[in-house]
């Protein structure tokens, strides 16, 4: 199992951004979710998923915005699990904790953890982490207008499409694509999220 444990930057600072968070979670990945999206603490809130691809999503959305310090934890979760993710524990919960803690005085502001110490999945625990950390890199990079044509893409829009309802020509988007690291995002999710799932399995 993987549990998300999300930290707000700097709360002190700024306005609350937990509740709507937890309601976007909880909305946008409905289907994946083993527990609730569950605010855990007064700038915290905790996500418990089954789903490789869906943990990977939540990371790179969350992370885009800068508001989050997001930590993954990998591995087993005590059963029957509670209606409530607060009140839920086990290694994936440990390992999220450690992670997030982590991840506050990380540069990406990212980490991810699981309990086991050595073996093949502390090894793939790592690779993960520094697979995704340099995705966080390159996205981190990516000026306004890559993110708007990279938005268009996500949305089902072909490049042609994209490129018209930017008012720039075919030609521009290609550059703009190719500048964004679009493409290599897209190759580099699909590796990932195949890493994520197999250390799943071997984690829990």
């Known amino acids: 199992m993987f549990v998300v444990t999300v930290d707000q930057v700097d709360s002190r600072a700024h306005d609350d951004l937990v509740g709507r968070a937890v309601r976007d979670v909880t909305v946008t990945y409905a289907d994946t979710l083993v527990l609730p999206a569950e605010r855990t603490a007064g700038d915290e809130f905790q996500v418990a998923v089954d789903d490789a691809g869906a943990v990977l999503d939540i990371v790179l959305e969350l992370t885009r915005a800068g508001s989050w310090s997001v930590g993954v934890g990998i591995g087993g979760v005590r059963h029957p699990l509670p209606a409530s993710t607060r009140e839920a524990?086990?290694?994936?919960?440990?390992?999220?904790?450690?992670?997030?803690?982590?991840?506050?005085?990380?540069?990406?502001?990212?980490?991810?953890?699981?309990?086991?110490?050595?073996?093949?999945?502390?090894?793939?625990?790592?690779?993960?982490?520094?697979?995704?950390?340099?995705?966080?890199?390159?996205?981190?990079?990516?000026?306004?207008?890559?993110?708007?044509?990279?938005?268009?893409?996500?949305?089902?829009?072909?490049?042609?499409?994209?490129?018209?309802?930017?008012?720039?020509?075919?030609?521009?988007?290609?550059?703009?694509?190719?500048?964004?690291?679009?493409?290599?995002?897209?190759?580099?999710?699909?590796?990932?999220?195949?890493?994520?799932?197999?250390?799943?399995?071997?984690?829990?």
């Open 89 to 204: 524990t086990g290694d994936a919960y440990y390992a999220a904790r450690a992670a997030v803690d982590r991840a506050k005085k990380s540069p990406t502001r990212f980490a991810l953890e699981t309990v086991a110490d050595e073996g093949e999945a502390a090894d793939l625990a790592h690779d993960c982490e520094a697979l995704i950390d340099l995705l966080l890199s390159l996205r981190e990079r990516r000026t306004d207008g890559g993110w708007e044509i990279a938005d268009l893409l996500a949305s089902g829009m072909s490049q042609k499409q994209a490129a018209e309802a930017l008012g720039i020509t075919a030609s521009a988007a290609s550059l703009r694509i190719r500048a964004a690291g679009i493409r290599l995002e897209d190759r580099s999710v699909v590796a990932l999220r195949r890493l994520l799932d197999r250390l799943g399995k071997l984690a829990t």
